[in-house]
C-alpha cells in the first residue's frame, strides 16, 4: 500500500508560479507509475501530468510547456512545477500512484493510490 501526501497548493496571481511536492510512503515507490491530476466543482477530475520509473513523461495539453513533472527517488518525492499560471489552472490538485507500466497514464482509472489533494487558486 502507498501514502500519499501533497503540499505546496496556494493562491497566486495570473502569471505567477507555484510548485507542489507529493511525498509518498508505505511501498517501493521508485517503481510506480505516479501522476498529478486536478479538479473542479462539477467537472471529471482530469490527468495533467505522468512520469513512470523510466521517466516517460506526458502532459495533458493544457499544461504542456508551462508544467513540469519531476521526482526524486532519494526522498520519495514527486513535484509538479507550474509556471505562467492561469486562473483557469485553479483546482484541486492530487497526487496519484498506480502500479509500473506506460500505458493510460492520463486515465483516472489507471490508478489506486490518491492524496487528499492540495488547492491552487489563480486570481488577480
Known amino acids: 500500500r502507498v501514502q500519499l501526501e501533497e503540499s505546496g497548493g496556494g493562491s497566486v496571481q495570473p502569471g505567477g508560479s507555484l510548485k507542489l511536492s507529493c511525498v509518498a510512503s508505505?511501498?517501493?515507490?521508485?517503481?510506480?507509475?505516479m501522476g498529478w491530476f486536478r479538479q473542479t466543482p462539477g467537472k471529471e477530475r482530469e490527468g495533467i501530468a505522468s512520469?513512470?520509473?523510466?521517466?516517460?513523461?506526458i502532459y495533458h495539453p493544457s499544461v504542456k510547456g508551462r508544467f513540469t513533472i519531476s521526482k526524486v527517488k532519494a526522498n520519495n518525492t514527486l513535484y509538479l512545477q507550474m509556471n505562467s499560471l492561469k486562473p483557469e489552472d485553479t483546482a484541486m490538485y492530487y497526487c496519484?500512484?498506480?502500479?509500473?507500466?506506460?500505458?493510460?497514464?492520463?486515465?483516472?482509472?489507471?490508478?489506486?493510490?490518491w492524496g487528499q489533494g492540495t488547492q491552487v487558486t489563480v486570481s488577480s
Open positions: 508505505g511501498s517501493r515507490y521508485e517503481n510506480f507509475l
Open positions: 512520469i513512470d520509473s523510466d521517466s516517460h513523461i
Open positions: 496519484a500512484a498506480s502500479s509500473p507500466g506506460w500505458w493510460a497514464p492520463l486515465e483516472r482509472s489507471r490508478y489506486r493510490y
